[in-house]
C-alpha cells in the first residue's frame, strides 16, 4: 500500500532563510507520480510539481526546488530565501499503478515565515 | 479562466441530516476528484467522477455518494450526518482522468455537524 511521510509537523524560519520540508514515500510500484501542493490560509490546494518515478531530475523553479531520490524514498522540497508569502501548510502525495490509484497525502508541514 | 468554484463555502448541519456540496470544475475539465481532510485524518480521497462515471472510490461508507453531469459538473451528498463528517471538503479538476494528472483545487466547503 501506498504512504507518504512527512516528519516535519511545524516549521517556523525568520525570513530569508532556507527552508526544507522532508517527504518519504512508500510503495511498491515501479510507476508512479509523487506531487507538492501548497495550501494557504485560504484553504484551496495549489499545485506546485509533479514527478514520475523515472524522471529523477531535480528541478527548480524560482525560489523552490526539489531533490527526488529514489534510493531513499524521498522527495524533498527546498525553498530558498523564504518569504512570508511561503507561509502555508505544504503537502506531499503519491500516486501509484500509474496514476490509476488515488492520491495519498502525508500528513502536512505548516510552514511559517516570520518577518 | 475561472478557478474550480464549491458551494455552499460554508454549511452547518446537525446529526442525521444530510447534505449536498456542489463543485463546478474548470471549464474544459471532464474529471472531478473530492476529497476530505480533517485534522485527524487529514486529506483523504473520496471519489472520482469522469465522464459521468464514478471512475475510483476511497473507503468511504456508503453514505457518502456523488454523481457527475453531462456539464462535468458534480455534487456530493452526505446522508445521515455524524458528528465526525465535520471537514472540510475540497473538489479538484483535471483534464484526464487518472490522479496522475495535475489537480485544480476549489476553496472547499467546511462542513460542520452539531
Known amino acids: 500500500a501506498q504512504k507518504v511521510t512527512q516528519a516535519q509537523t511545524e516549521i517556523s524560519v525568520v525570513e530569508k532563510e532556507d527552508v526544507t520540508l522532508d517527504c518519504v514515500y512508500e510503495t511498491r510500484d515501479t510507476t508512479y507520480y509523487l506531487f507538492w501542493y501548497k495550501q494557504p490560509p485560504s484553504g484551496e490546494l495549489v499545485f506546485l510539481i509533479r514527478r514520475n518515478s523515472f524522471d529523477e531530475q531535480n528541478e527548480i523553479s524560482g525560489r523552490y526546488s526539489w531533490n527526488f531520490q529514489k534510493s531513499t524514498s524521498s522527495f524533498n522540497f527546498t525553498i530558498t530565501a523564504s518569504q512570508v508569502v511561503d507561509s502555508a501548510v505544504y503537502f506531499c502525495?503519491?500516486?501509484?499503478?500509474?496514476?490509476?490509484?488515488?492520491?495519498?497525502f502525508g500528513s502536512g508541514t505548516r510552514l511559517q515565515v516570520q518577518p | 479562466k475561472a478557478g474550480v468554484t464549491q458551494t455552499p463555502r460554508y454549511l452547518i448541519k446537525t446529526r442525521g441530516q444530510q447534505v449536498t456540496l456542489s463543485c463546478s470544475p474548470i471549464?474544459?475539465?471532464?474529471?472531478v476528484s473530492w476529497y476530505q481532510q480533517t485534522p485527524g485524518q487529514g486529506l483523504q480521497f473520496l471519489f472520482e467522477?469522469?465522464?459521468?462515471?464514478?471512475?475510483n472510490k476511497g473507503n468511504f461508507p456508503g453514505r457518502f455518494s456523488g454523481r457527475q453531469f453531462s456539464n462535468s459538473r458534480s455534487e456530493m451528498n452526505v446522508s445521515t450526518l455524524e458528528l465526525g463528517d465535520s471537514a472540510l471538503y475540497l473538489c479538484a479538476s483535471s483534464l484526464g482522468q487518472g490522479a496522475h494528472n495535475e489537480q485544480f483545487f476549489g476553496p472547499g466547503t467546511r462542513l460542520t455537524v452539531l
Open positions: 467522477y469522469f465522464s459521468e462515471t464514478q471512475r
Open positions: 471549464s474544459g475539465h471532464r474529471s
Open positions: 502525495a503519491l500516486s501509484e499503478a500509474g496514476g490509476r490509484r488515488a492520491l495519498t
